[in-house]
């Protein structure tokens, strides 16, 4: 039996692995619709009408919301009660689901998928404090956090291959669709078995001027950098829109720094420089992996003519590479320090995108994916728990959360940032390739190819920016080994 906490009344050893099943159904849900999309792509291109351009707006508007109000959803579980939170944020996320689902305009989905990200940001955090109050026991609160964080990586990992089975035998709707069952289900359950908690303490005021400008300027941010497929940098249109943005973000810093009473996101926590280059170096490794795999996704697709069900076992490798990466991290971490595995993994996957720059129309999976994906992503599963590690240098216990917090919402709003970057270059390309060729199927897929070579050599350049940025974590603290990291930080989902 675990032992009983002030904020949390004694339950028995089943209730809490019933609970446990529970918040790792959650998240797996959580993170499977990270990854899930991306197979479906092409697919939902074709149905809706997206453009190259604008068709990374179904993976973005998800982690943007998501990455923007993070946070903010870790606070309302502590604030509003964990149980409370949990069922808002899933239903609000199975919900939006089941209208993605049934989306008829690129609109449509695009509002469902930001709907999606407001559920995943309330829902995840309430997972995870869920877990640490129910397990106060360190032996049980290790495995169920071993299982927690394996679970999440288990979402990532099997999303691609249940994007490509439900897109080839059904319809890339039913990657929406099935959230539906899994969460009436958990709903179902989770009001019947949870017991609610709340954090002790005096009630601390919801930072949402925060939450709300910072969300606001990168959607804002992001639709100034992707409708200059239509127009030009230099268009009022552009300028306007990029104005507003920086007025919104420059609002967000204002708050955090002066305003709010309990700031979101605390400006002190740069101080350390460990956590400056941490969140630095996976802002900018979140933005070039998913851009790799949406890139893939289309080039398998589009250009060498795969199978929604055969790009999805064409990713199975490069997963298994991340797992392999984040194992043997952990493992020379202590020895080694998190500083230096972190350079040496973007570097790993700064090359692996390099290699991929090099694909052709002509090029077959064997002779040019499956090399550079897996050298790309073993470097990237390499940096993830440096990042993990370095972020919570120097950070009081009581800010932990708030830390781990920290880092994956620089991974979100990286990859939001950093798709629509790559997206819109990698258009722009394509549209000058096909500037005065003939129209053939053959000139069509040269010209993609151009664009996705261009994509990764961009990325691999964001990925190098990532290493250097490590550069800022001192050298006192490469040396510090997994054991100084609190035992209740969220672990990053590799997907």
């Known amino acids: 039996m675990t032992n009983a906490t002030p904020d949390r009344p ?26 899930i999309v991306n197979v479906a792509l092409p697919s939902i291109q074709h149905s809706l009408g997206f453009s190259e351009a604008n068709l990374q707006w179904v993976v973005t508007a998800y982690s943007l919301t998501f990455g923007g109000l993070l946070l903010l959803g870790g606070r309302l579980a502590d604030l509003f009660g964990r149980r409370r939170i949990f069922l808002v944020g899933l239903a609000l996320f199975t919900t939006a689901s089941l209208v993605g689902g049934f989306s008829g305009s690129q609109r449509m989905l695009v509002v469902a998928r930001s709907l999606q990200g407001v559920g ?103 639709y100034g950098i992707v409708h200059t497929d239509v127009v030009s940098w230099t268009s009022p249109s552009t300028v306007v829109t990029l104005a507003v943005a920086a007025v919104l973000l420059g609002s967000f810093v204002l708050i955090e720094a002066r305003l709010a009473s309990h700031p979101l996101i605390p400006l002190r926590l740069f101080r350390s420089r460990a956590v400056t280059g941490a969140n630095a170096s996976m802002f900018c490794l979140g933005g070039a992996m998913f851009a ?11 250009v060498l003519g795969y199978s929604p069900l055969v ?82 240098q120097g950070v009081p216990h009581h800010e932990a959360g708030l830390a781990s917090g920290l880092v994956n919402t620089s991974r979100q709003i990286g990859a939001s940032l950093g798709l629509a970057v790559l997206s819109t270059i990698a258009a722009d390309r394509v ?32 990925v190098v920016v990532g290493g250097i940025c490590a550069l800022v974590v001192p050298r006192s603290a ?16 590799l997907d």
């Open 10 to 35: 004694p339950r028995s050893q089943p209730a809490d692995w019933l609970t446990l099943t529970l918040v790792c159904l959650a998240q797996f849900m959580v993170v499977l619709d990270i990854s």
């Open 120 to 222: 995943a940001a309330v829902l995840s955090p309430a997972t995870l404090t869920i877990l640490t109050v129910t397990f106060t026991e360190d032996r049980a609160r290790a495995r169920a956090l071993g299982l927690w964080s394996a679970v999440a990586a288990g979402g990532g990992a099997a999303g691609a291959l249940f994007g490509g089975m439900l897109t080839e035998f059904l319809s890339w709707r039913w990657i929406l669709f099935l959230n539906v069952p899994i969460g009436v289900t958990l709903f179902v359950l989770a009001r019947w078995s949870l017991v609610e908690s709340r954090s002790p303490g005096p009630r601390h005021r919801l930072d949402v001027a925060g939450s709300v400008t910072v969300t606001a300027g990168l959607v804002v941010l992001v």
């Open 292 to 302: 790799m795999w949406f890139f893939l996704t289309l080039y398998l697709q589009k």
């Open 311 to 392: 790009t999805g076992f064409t990713f199975l490798p490069q997963t298994a590479a991340i797992a392999v990466g984040a194992t043997i991290s952990g493992r020379l971490a202590p020895r080694l320090g998190p500083r230096t595995l972190l350079i040496a993994g973007s570097i790993l996957a700064a090359g692996g995108l390099f290699w991929l720059s090099f694909i052709r129309p002509d090029s077959t999976y064997w002779n040019g994916v499956l090399g550079g994906g897996i050298l790309c992503t073993f470097g990237t599963g390499l940096a993830f728990t440096p990042v993990a590690l370095l972020a919570m």
């Open 431 to 462: 549209t000058s390739f096909l500037a005065g060729a003939p129209s053939t199927a053959a000139t069509a897929r040269d010209a993609l190819t151009s664009g996705y070579a261009r994509g990764f050599q961009v990325a691999a350049l964001i």
């Open 478 to 493: 490469s040396r510090l080994g997994a054991r100084d990291a609190p035992s209740t930080s969220p672990v990053l989902a």
